[in-house]
């Protein structure tokens, strides 16, 4: 059976850290452009960053260069988000998704939601003081 779970979600103060984890059952990671999105109450799901299946290239929405880190431990099949100096509008339901195929992370960009293959069932972040 494929699955993605995520975890690490939680509650944290303005400026701190959480580090998400996605693991992957069921499937190989290796052929997969990995996908992080998020979700805010009334609010559309939007791409976070992506990680490339084919060279390790990255990508990230304008809002979280620079604070959020995409990587992927093929080994451990699972993928990352390391998220840095959190702020309040951060907070939202934060999901992974898989796709098949070979692409750059820039390319992976344009992939539609409805597009990928797999998603978890996302985790919880909160960013309040």
């Known amino acids: 059976q494929v699955q993605l779970v995520e975890s690490g979600g939680g509650l944290v103060q303005p400026g701190g850290s959480l580090r998400l984890s996605c693991a992957a059952s069921?499937?190989?990671?290796?052929?997969?452009?990995i996908g992080w999105f998020r979700q805010a109450p009334g609010k559309e799901r939007e791409g976070v960053s992506c990680?490339?299946?084919?060279?390790?290239?990255?990508h990230y929405v304008q809002s979280v260069k620079g604070r959020f880190t995409i990587s992927r431990d093929n080994a451990k099949n699972t993928v990352y988000l390391q998220m840095n100096s959190l702020k309040p509008e951060d907070t939202a339901v934060y999901y992974c998704?898989?796709?098949?195929?070979?692409?750059?992370?820039?390319?992976?960009?344009?992939?539609?939601?409805?597009?990928?293959?797999?998603w978890g069932q996302g985790t919880q972040v909160t960013v309040s003081s």
């Open positions: 990680i490339s299946s084919s060279d390790g290239s990255t």
């Open positions: 069921g499937f190989t990671l290796d052929y997969y452009v």
């Open positions: 998704a898989a796709w098949e195929g070979t692409l750059t992370a820039v390319q992976a960009w344009g992939i539609a939601l409805y597009e990928y293959d797999s």
